[in-house]
């Protein structure tokens, strides 16, 4: 990869993938933003132009920047020939680690030699994800928050072999996004979602026990803990499955109870809830409305 890359995949299009494309495609990369789901395409870029014509509108960008942009991004249903020249992929497709394995078992044959496959879990093992490939040094955690055009970290995660030279680009290139990288080593829910989790699923327990309502939760902790979102809101944007898979990854690697998932969660994923995503969750979220009403299920 040359110190900067120009051409960069991002694999997946959904809640985040659509965001590290427009990030990357704003400081001028060439992106090609691939899905298995057309649809998710086609959301992903409608949901790139709003936002970036909302940066327009607040004078943040020209339209000119806009359309510059909008002019650097692809996208295609056909991984192999998307990442074939790519300098750099990121990964950002579903939190489940059977995926992961096969689309890096995938990249590895797919893109050229010199490209590093970087990938957005909130929690997998980078160091697992790594071993899929014949290039463990060039594997890395870039770990964007959402939603990823505003959030200004990027968690940068070194797996077991991830060599000095993969970490420093990725770091400077973290920099070139305006975003700042934060190194962290490669342990279950590495550091923010490590903490994190543990106090949504304590929020989710609360009000599994009726201890209190949804916007009594989050109105304590958004008040009293000076939080810019309560953390049952904050799950809705997550996405509840992501919540979810996230705990069990903890679990799992820390073989602790304290990790286990409440049964409201469980349940709520398992019934289609899944917050912002699936129009409902905790709240219930309209397409184009920004009033927050808590979900009929916990009025
Ligand atoms: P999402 O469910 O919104 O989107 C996932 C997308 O991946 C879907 O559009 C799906 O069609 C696509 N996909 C599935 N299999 C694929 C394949 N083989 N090839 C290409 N695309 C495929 O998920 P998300 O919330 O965007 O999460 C993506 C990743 O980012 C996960 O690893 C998650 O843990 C991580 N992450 C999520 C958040 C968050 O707030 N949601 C924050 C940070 C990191």
């Given at each position: 990869m040359s110190d900067s890359p120009q051409k960069v995949a991002v694999i997946g299009a959904g809640t985040m993938g659509n965001g590290i494309a427009h990030v990357f495609a704003q400081s001028g990369h060439n992106v090609t933003l691939v899905d298995v789901n057309s649809a998710a395409l086609e959301r992903a870029k409608s949901t790139i132009e709003r936002n970036l014509e909302r940066l327009v509108t607040?004078?943040?960008?020209?339209?000119?920047?806009?359309?510059?942009?909008?002019?650097?991004?692809?996208?295609?249903?056909?991984?192999r020939g998307a990442v074939s020249d790519a300098d750099l992929v990121v990964e950002a497709a579903t939190e489940r680690l059977d995926l992961k394995l096969?689309?890096?078992?995938?990249?590895?044959?797919?893109?050229?030699s010199h490209a590093i496959l970087a990938t957005n879990t909130s929690s997998i093992s980078i160091t697992k994800i790594a071993a899929a490939t014949q290039r463990p040094d060039q594997v890395i955690g870039m770990h964007f928050m959402n939603p990823v055009p505003i959030m200004k970290l990027v968690e940068v995660i070194r797996g077991y072999d991830t060599s000095d030279a993969t970490t420093e680009k990725?770091?400077?290139?973290?920099?070139?996004?305006?975003?700042?990288?934060?190194?962290?080593?490669?342990?279950?829910?590495?550091?923010?979602?490590?903490?994190?989790m543990p106090m949504i699923n304590?929020?989710?327990?609360?009000?599994?026990?009726?201890?209190?309502?949804?916007?009594?939760?989050?109105?304590?902790?958004?008040?009293?803990?000076?939080?810019?979102?309560?953390?049952?809101?904050?799950?809705?944007?997550?996405?509840?499955?992501?919540?979810?898979?996230?705990?069990?990854?903890?679990?799992?690697?820390?073989?602790?109870?304290?990790?286990?998932p409440?049964?409201?969660?469980?349940?709520?994923?398992?019934?289609?809830?899944?917050?912002?995503?699936?129009?409902?969750?905790?709240?219930?979220?309209?397409?184009?409305?920004?009033?927050?009403?808590v979900s009929p299920a916990f009025a």
């Open positions: 607040k004078e943040r960008i020209t339209a000119q920047d806009k359309e510059s942009a909008l002019a650097r991004l692809k996208t295609s249903t056909e991984m096969q689309i890096f078992e995938q990249l590895d044959a797919a893109a050229p990725v770091v400077t290139l973290s920099k070139q996004l305006r975003k700042t990288p934060v190194e962290v080593n490669d342990y279950p829910g590495f550091v923010a979602n490590r903490i994190l304590e929020a989710i327990c609360s009000l599994h026990e009726g201890v209190a309502g949804v916007a009594e939760i989050d109105e304590v902790m958004k008040l009293g803990m000076a939080h810019p979102m309560g953390p049952l809101h904050l799950a809705d944007f997550i996405g509840l499955d992501v919540c979810l898979s996230i705990l069990k990854v903890l679990q799992d690697g820390f073989g602790q109870p304290k990790y286990a409440c049964p409201l969660l469980v349940n709520m994923v398992t019934a289609g809830k899944l917050g912002v995503k699936s129009g409902e969750g905790f709240y219930t979220h309209e397409k184009g409305s920004k009033e927050l009403r």
